[in-house]
């Protein structure tokens, strides 16, 4: 699984990742997270609000961090 945090490197988009890891920590799940800063990659995506998420090449969420239980279902 490849989880790409799409954003600028705002406090949000380091808390997404920070999010991220701690759920994927919590239930075990191996998953490669890149930091995505650059701004032609992510509007390749389509997204225009950072912070993102990309969850093996579908974005997932755009525009605020999410939730543990959100990141949850993503891995499921």
Do not use: F
């Not at 490197?9 to 999010?19: H, I, Y």
């Not at 950072?50 to 499921?76: F, M, N, Q, S």
Request: proline share 3%; charged share 35%.
């Amino acid at each position: 699984m490849k989880i790409e945090v799409l954003g600028t490197g705002c406090s949000k988009c380091k808390k997404t990742k920070e999010t991220i890891e701690k759920v994927l920590k919590q239930n075990g799940v191996e998953a490669e997270i890149v930091k995505v800063e650059d701004i032609e990659t992510i509007l390749n995506y389509g997204v225009m609000v950072t912070p993102a998420v990309v969850v093996d090449g579908e974005v997932k969420l755009a525009g605020k961090v999410p939730d543990e239980k959100e990141i949850r279902k993503w891995i499921e």
